[in-house]
């Protein structure tokens, strides 16, 4: 991995088309390149796939179906240099949750090319039944998060959208947050972990619900650790924000952009072209490199 | 968006809808609660029978945000969001599936109260139906 130069900027655009390779250290951000050879070069490298807001049954003017442009998603991953490890989609399946959506998402994610494909939910999988049919199909009637480990690296899949009604706003929920006071406890401070989460778990815009609640208590959990990365979806675009050892960044959605903070009436749906709206849809790739601490978030459009 | 909902219905009673505030000449407050409730006096009984009010959601809002109505008045919810929406109760124990573009939802209320309600996708939005 080289530090940033013009030449490698170059190299870099043109391995991820659209995307921008951004990693943090010490709180400041650094563009690198990070090649295929250096993914690939070390043992225990890996990477893996973030898809979020997939929203399929959404049919609207930016996008005339949410499961083409997923299907998209899908060959683009299945192009990677090497095929992610697994991939994480940070919820709202479905748009409406409508009959059929959950089945028509799961049979094109079967498509992708990776060890295994993990769901969270977003409140638009959950509103309609109190998470019934996705925890029941997703989650095999748990209560929907996890944890797993690969390569040394600690994954924590978190779910804050089941009191999204109650607390009228993104939420953990105490059992939640004891479960992961637990779940990080036996971990070494130098363990990568990387945290998931559907609504983002810092403020990015509490007057639009881009907030949650009492992420405050996670965050405290996990300041002891020296690289923290926390992948969320919801608002529909890439916003990073970096805070001591804590990389924070959202995840564009595969069906629809939405206008960032406070430029629209509301959080919908952007009403635009559907040829302006695919370089504002797409997939995140992260890389992790054996031996640097921050991992690389690479964010790629349908552009 | 009143106009076209009242259009379409045809005989919705206007106090049940001008009462909420969205007068259209500047009248005084005092002068147009009147008019108002003099108007869902006379034509309160014909109303209930046949004209739902109309709630049109847009924007992720309630438009009007408050609507006041005569008890046994049906109140019908048009989502004009491509975003998807709901109308779900505080205290009453009743609410709409996840309404998607130009869908709608009905509810009769017959009881007088004052009945807010939000969205369960959207929890900043927040209406209010005033039943005398």
Redesign the interface.
């Known amino acids: 991995m080289d530090r940033m130069d013009r030449r490698g900027f170059l190299e870099c655009m043109a391995w991820v088309g659209t995307g921008v390779v951004w990693t943090a250290s010490g709180g400041v951000f650094t563009s690198r390149v990070l090649t295929a050879d250096a993914a690939e070069g070390s043992q225990g490298n890996f990477n893996f796939v973030q898809v979020s807001d997939t929203h399929v ?2 049919k ?2 930016a996008n005339p179906d949410a499961a083409v442009t997923l299907q998209q998603v899908v060959q683009k991953i299945n192009a990677l240099p090497a095929p992610p490890t697994f991939v994480m989609h940070t919820g709202d399946l479905t ?4 009959p059929g959506a959950f089945d028509t998402v799961s049979e094109i994610m079967k498509g992708a090319k990776t060890g295994k494909v993990i769901y969270i939910p977003g ?2 999988d959950v ?2 039944d109190g998470g019934k049919e996705y925890l029941g199909r997703f989650a095999g009637g748990g209560p929907g998060w996890q944890s797993f480990d690969v390569n040394g690296v600690h994954f924590v899949a978190l779910v804050n959208v089941l009191k ?2 109650g607390e ?2 993104g939420a953990l929920g105490p059992e939640q947050i004891t479960w992961l006071k637990q779940d990080l406890a036996p971990l070494k401070d130098s363990t990568p972990v990387v945290v998931f989460a559907h609504v983002p778990l810092w403020a990015v815009y509490p ?3 881009w907030t949650t609640e009492d992420s405050q208590q996670a965050m405290a959990l996990l300041t002891r650790f020296g690289s923290v990365t926390v992948l969320n979806g919801h608002i529909h675009q890439v916003v990073q924000k970096v805070e001591g050892n804590v990389t924070f960044h959202t995840a564009r959605s595969t069906a ?1 952009p939405q206008p960032a903070p406070g430029t ?6 952007m ?1 635009i072209p559907e040829d302006q709206a695919r370089p504002m849809i797409g997939l995140t790739e992260v890389r992790y490199v054996v031996g640097t601490s921050p991992l690389a978030v690479i964010d790629s459009t349908l552009a | 968006m009143r106009w076209q909902g009242r259009e379409a219905l045809g005989n919705v009673a206007d106090g049940e809808v001008d009462v909420v505030g969205h007068r259209r000449k500047p009248w005084s407050v005092l002068g147009a609660g009147v008019v108002a409730l003099a108007a869902v006096i006379a034509l309160g009984a014909d109303a209930r029978a046949v004209s739902p009010a109309v709630v049109d959601i847009k ?3 309630y438009l009007p945000p408050t609507l006041t109505v005569a008890v046994g008045t049906t109140v019908r919810w048009t989502n004009r ?4 929406h ?1 109308v ?1 109760f505080d205290t009453e124990r009743a609410g709409s ?5 130009n869908e709608d939802y009905t509810h009769t209320f017959t009881k007088a109260g004052v009945y807010p309600y ?1 969205c ?5 939005m927040q209406g209010t139906i005033v039943v005398n």
Request: proline residues 9%.
């Open positions: 049954g959404f609207g003017e748009h409406g949750q409508k409140e638009h509103f309609a999204y009604k009228r706003i007057a639009w619900g629809f629209a009436p509301g959080p919908g749906p009403k | 924007d992720s809002k969001d491509e975003e998807t709901t779900t599936a996840g309404l998607d573009l939000t369960d996708l959207h929890p900043f």
